[in-house]
């Protein structure tokens, strides 16, 4: 496709229950990201992958959250046991990574958790 | 100390004003800077980047770099209504990493 997307679109889900949110970078793009991001605050970063491997998970709040890449294309973000507070709008980016001062990231539409 | 500092704002500016946006951030080092506007309710979209110290034009933006002062601006000429938004600062740190700074909330009355 021409840009990120994300799938779903929003997801609700009970307290406790587990949820996986789906990003399918533009294709090429070597590095994508993972961000959370909350009312009136900017992106947070979560994790990042390069190529496969996760290069800086040092976002990611608890050992409740855990990402993945295994093909070095589509990720997925996973949530165990959700909290209210994990509530939010997961986005998702990917860049080319040329190693140059203008890689830039491009965002997918989002994922808005919503957990009751 | 936040990565990358915005004032909040709203910053209201009449329509065909200049909207002026700042961002400053705390790692030296950094070397790209980014601007996004975000609509609410959407993602963020890229508008530019900068990373040379000075201006950078593209059309009714301009974004100004001073790494002494650790500084990031963005200048919207003729505003119109329709770039009220939530413009988003991104500082690119070391191993690729992004920050973003919080936003500021643009209202551009007609």
């Known amino acids: 496709g021409a840009g990120v997307s994300q799938t779903p679109s929003n997801k609700v889900t009970e307290k406790g229950k587990y949820v996986e949110l789906r990003c399918d970078p533009i294709s090429g793009h070597t590095a994508l990201y993972w961000y959370r991001q909350s009312l009136g605050q900017g992106p947070e970063f979560l994790i990042y992958?390069?190529?496969?491997?996760?290069?800086?998970d040092s976002g990611l709040p608890n050992d409740r959250f855990f990402a993945v890449r295994p093909e070095g294309s589509v990720s997925t973000l996973k949530i165990q046991r959700t909290e209210r507070g994990d509530s939010a709008v997961y986005l998702c980016a990917s860049s080319l990574l040329s190693g140059g001062n203008t890689d830039t990231q491009y965002f997918g539409p989002g994922t808005r958790l919503t957990v009751l | 100390q936040k990565e990358v500092e915005q004032n909040s704002g709203p910053l209201s500016v009449p329509e065909g004003a200049i909207a002026s946006l700042n961002c400053t951030y705390s790692d030296r080092g950094s070397q790209s800077f980014f601007w996004y506007r975000q609509y609410s309710g959407k993602s963020p979209e890229l508008i530019m980047f900068?990373?040379?110290?000075g201006d950078k034009e593209d059309g009714r933006f301009t974004a100004q770099l001073n790494k002494a002062s650790q500084y990031v601006s963005l200048l919207i000429r003729d505003s119109q209504p329709s770039d009220s938004a939530t413009y988003l600062c991104?500082?690119?740190?070391?191993?690729?990493?992004?920050?973003f700074g919080s936003g500021t909330k643009l209202n551009v009355k007609p």
């Open positions: 992958f390069q190529g496969t491997g996760a290069a800086d």
């Open positions: 900068i990373y040379s110290n």
């Open positions: 991104a500082v690119k740190g070391g191993f690729n990493k992004f920050y």
